[in-house]
Each structure stands twice: as C-alpha cells, then as structure tokens.
C-alpha cells in the first residue's frame, strides 16, 4: 500500500513513512499531476481537497478525503479505512524526511554523527538509504512519543 499525501500534510506523511509506508510528498504541484503520478504509481490519495478527491473519483483513483482539522482524527479515518499497520518497527521504516528505505548501522560507525549522549544512550541506529540525506535514526523520545499518539489513534472512538 502506498501513498500520495497532498500539502498541508507534513505529519501524516512522517507518522506513514515511519510505519514503512511508502508516502510521496508533492511540492508545488498541480492537481493533473498529482493524479497522473497517483495513477502510475498506484498511489492511494490523501487529501482535504474536496475538488482533488472528486476528480480522483471519477479516474478510479483511491482517495481518502480528511475533514478535520485534528491529526489523531484524521490518521484514524486513514487507519480505519485501509486497516494500515499502526506498530512501530524501525526495521520497517522510511526516512520521514525523503521516504527513501532505513538500513541498519553499527553504532561504531555513528560514532561523532549524533551527540555524545545519544550515542552512550542507545544501541541500535539505523541510516538512511539515500546518500544525499543520510540522516541517522534511532528510537529515541520522539519514538515514545509517537507510539503514545498511535495508541490513541486506536483507541479513538
Ligand atoms: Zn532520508
């Protein structure tokens, strides 16, 4: 299962790529191509945009209308409508930041790439599999954090 989620949706799309979905993006598109690359790339769309989600409507393209303004509403409707996954597991994961693959790093290797005390603190650190980001993962408090909201995101009535 994969997605297109269009702006306004920064956090949605971090909160997916993290849970291994594979998420694309777009910045500073038009509709037509936004429909054009969900097509292709048998993307599922998420959207607020009333106009985007009829026209994907009519191409057969799946859509996913969000109306509130309030993220554990929407990421539950999400949840709710494709069954997605809300387990953390960073072996799964994507780069929130570029939505390339996670690959595992010896903490050796991180040595001076991530504070000292992160780097005392943790064991195990993933690396981004795009060379131009690169950034280094681990789970630290935004990883609690998040698996806090997604339990409410469950459990949301
Ligand atoms: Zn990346």
Request: overall charge positive.
């Amino acid at each position: 299962m994969k997605f297109l989620s269009d702006a306004m949706h920064g956090r949605i799309t971090r909160f997916l790529r993290i849970l291994g979905y594979d998420t694309f993006y777009p910045f500073d598109m038009d509709d037509s191509e936004i429909l054009k690359i969900a097509k292709k790339e048998n993307r599922i769309i998420i959207t607020r945009d009333i106009q985007l989600s009829q026209r994907a409507k009519s191409k057969n393209i799946p859509v996913i209308l969000l109306t509130s303004v309030d993220f554990i509403k929407n990421f539950n409707k999400i949840y709710k409508t494709f069954s997605i996954n809300l387990e953390l597991n960073s072996s799964k994961s994507r780069c929130p930041i570029c939505n390339s693959e996670l690959i595992p790093i010896k903490k050796e290797a991180v040595f001076g790439k991530v504070p000292q005390k992160t780097y005392q603190r943790f064991k195990k650190f993933w690396i981004c599999k795009n060379k131009e980001c690169g950034k280094i993962y681990y789970e630290g408090i935004h990883w609690e954090k998040m698996r806090k909201q997604l339990e409410k995101v469950k459990n949301l009535k």
